[in-house]
């Protein structure tokens, strides 16, 4: 009886393996070919209930730290109340809500969800595949409804910055697996990232483009002469009309370097922002539809755009929120080497994103959910030991039953 048990316990324990492959997958989709938008977010959010549920009963609670608990999401939420009474946005709360409880939970063996996130990764390089193609072909590059960009230009992204962005996470993660396993230099992680740039510099998204870049040249395993001549490479190519262009770019004359027109209208859309940040700096404007402000486009800082909403002490909280994440890292002593050289890259690379676009970590955590599962996995203070027998083997063709 007991051995049937375990094997129910084994087959479930796949069966949510790939439920939470597909649901890390989705974080950079938005819409899907004949399906509302509404109804791939709310599946989205079905699947992470699904995944709540199932840690919270397998693994149970873990909090990394004092404020990374119930009191820091309560603060949290407390300092947001004046905003949210002035403007209210349900996606605001959900978006503090989500991080905590990601926090909490994957409580179990690291390498279990590593594999859950390269499988995720696998599916996101396939559906840049397509995007590519379909780019270069013309063959379903359609514009859904409702959405700025083909699909040929942001996959199933719908919008070019955020589908760059979303990629990004998965760079930092592919090239930790590369490291890990002792990969060679051609793997198929590797090639994944290759694809996954390419599709990034087609999307025109450069916060994306630019992080995965930086985190190629400073973390990925190659001879230095390479990463010279790569350098060299892409310094040439930024040089054509066509890079200029995609990366939108404009063209400057010799007399006068206009700031605002190279960051395509941001210099002036953050001065008229701070000034309105200044007029109400202790509670905001609050999250939802501002008559005070007469932009139809968000600021692209994070944190300006948090202060705007929230206030001055809401915004405090999300940097210490961050701060405490960075003081509970530097505190354990359980993680190795090149699970310490991921938290560096995933959290200061992202970090410098957060001054490039409106919502980014805090905003649109749904396209960031690989962040946050990767920032608690290496939070927690937990060394896991196999089982006697047991050698891990971290091929793909590995069976998840092994981790039983």
Partial sequence: ????????????????????????????????????ASLVRGVKYFFFIIIFLYELRNNNLKFPSFFLSPFGLIVILLSMLFGLLLSFRLNALIDIVI?????????????????????????????????????????????????????????????????????????????FWHRRNNKPLISIETIAIVIIIIAQYLTGGRGGFLASGIVFFLSFRIHFFYKIVLIGSLAFIAQSQSFLEQMRISTLNR?????????????????????????????????????????????????????????????LLLVILFIEILRTFLKNKTLEDDERKLFRTLFFVSFLITFLEPNYLIGSVQGEIVYWLLISLLLKKIVFRNKPGHHYSPSIEEKDMAYQ
């Avoid at 309105?276 to 509670?283: A, D, G, M, Q, S």
Wanted: aromatic share 20%; hydrophobic share 45%; glycine share 8%.
């Fill in 1 to 36: 009886m007991s051995q049937i048990v375990l094997q129910r316990e084994n087959y479930s324990k796949v069966f949510y393996s790939y439920i939470l492959t597909i649901y890390l997958a989705s974080s950079v989709i938005n819409w899907l070919p004949l399906i509302d």
């Fill in 99 to 175: 991080p905590f409880l990601m926090l909490w939970v994957f409580n179990h063996d690291r390498n279990f969800y590593y594999r859950a996130i390269f499988r995720a990764a696998m599916i996101v390089s396939f559906i840049c595949v397509l995007s590519i193609g379909s780019n270069f072909t013309g063959i379903y590059n359609v514009q859904p409804p409702g959405w700025d960009f083909s699909f040929g230009q942001a996959g199933f992204g719908g919008y070019s910055t955020g589908y760059s962005n979303s990629l990004f996470l998965f760079v930092p993660f592919l090239i």
């Fill in 255 to 315: 007399d006068r370097i206009d700031v605002n027109r190279i960051s395509t209208g941001r210099v002036e859309l953050t001065a008229y922002y701070f000034e309105k940040f200044k007029e109400r700096p202790v509670f905001g404007y609050g999250f939802g539809p501002k008559e005070e402000i007469n932009k139809n486009v968000d600021v692209h800082i994070v944190w300006l755009r948090n202060a705007v909403d929230g206030g001055i002490i809401y915004l």
